[in-house]
């Protein structure tokens, strides 16, 4: 069975990561392309060898396509998902899902009335080091896990120093744009889902417009374990990783919170120092793999609306305290959808 694909943005991350991850699956098409602008669509598509490129959601929508792949700014997902949900497509979304966790439920909840598959690209999820990661906790081989440490503040590449910096209203700003993602890996490798966050916020020099650039967060988890994450788009030196402790062993995973599956995974225990093995599949490849097969009917999408909705609320809760000066818990209502 071919799977037709439309592609709502002209946009970085489908140029760069998912057309490519939606024809390594073999029966998988890029049919369609729409920009807000005619020209970019028509351009756009000839660059990419997509088909056609049109200006309007109606034309996409009405074209001959199984699934919608979401990648415009984030102010435009929510209509546009709504829309695609309403003509019947199956929705890949980008995160954050939409500009509040709200306006994402209501989002999910249509897909799942409409009975289409829904999933959010958190792509992280589908990295090897963190799968290796989950499956060593999940196996013990670190004791019970009691804190993590995220570090994930990089340099935003200058192609990308645009409306992340520059508007508020289209949902810019570092914690709308990884601080989601951190949310996302830590209930991912952990297991669980946070309770709590605090947050600072700053201003660093890069974004403009009130926005914030850079984050620090500390996480308290359902199971008492503790983290704290570090987001920047300021930092061209910084290296990234990701740390679990635990009361036997540790995990250090170095140059994880990537696009591409790069990276290594040591697990520390009183046996001595171990570096674990994984497969390095590109991660938008094998999320665009799960997601045919959850259109197929087996499984799910490796990131669900319902994970969408859980990191887009951490963000939320993290903006909040940044504004409060105080701890915010993450809204309880989402425990029935973990
Ligand atoms: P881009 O800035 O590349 O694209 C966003 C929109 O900007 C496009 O839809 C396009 O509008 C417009 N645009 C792009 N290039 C131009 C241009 N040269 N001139 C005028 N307008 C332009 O954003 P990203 O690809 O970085 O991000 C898109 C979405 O994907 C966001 O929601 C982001 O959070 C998410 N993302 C997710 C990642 C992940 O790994 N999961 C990684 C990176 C981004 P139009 O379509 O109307 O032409």
Known sequence: ??????????????????????????HGEVAAVMSSSAERAEAYARENGIPAGVSTLDALLSDDIDAVYISTTNELHLEQGLAAIKAGKHVLCEKPLALTSADARKMVAAAGNAGIVFGTNHHLRNAGAHRAMREAIA?????????????????LPENLQGWRITR???????????????????????????????????????????????????????????????????????????????????????????????????????????????????LYTRSLRQFHAAICGEGRPSATGEDGIWSLASAEAALQSSKTGRAVTIDPQLGSLA
């Open 1 to 26: 069975m071919s799977v037709r694909w439309g592609l709502i943005g002209a946009s970085t991350i489908a140029k760069q990561f998912m057309i490519n991850a939606i024809r390594a699956q073999g």
């Open 139 to 155: 196996a013990g081989r670190i004791g019970k896990p009691v804190a993590a440490r995220v570090f994930h503040s990089v340099y």
């Open 168 to 282: 508020p209203e289209a949902g810019g700003g570092v914690v709308l744009d990884i601080t989601v993602h951190d949310a996302d890996t830590l209930r991912f490798v952990l297991g669980d889902d946070p309770v709590e966050i605090s947050a600072f916020t700053q201003s660093a020099g890069m974004a403009g417009g009130g926005l914030e650039d850079g984050a620090m967060c500390i996480w308290r988890f359902k199971s008492g374990a503790i983290a704290q994450s570090h987001e920047g788009f300021t930092t061209k030196f910084a290296g990234t990783g990701f740390e679990v402790h635990g009361t036997e062993g540790s995990l250090i995973a170095t140059n994880v919170m990537t696009q591409k599956p790069v990276g290594s995974v040591l697990l520390r225990t009183a046996s001595g120092e171990e570096e674990l093995s994984f497969d390095r599949e590109d």
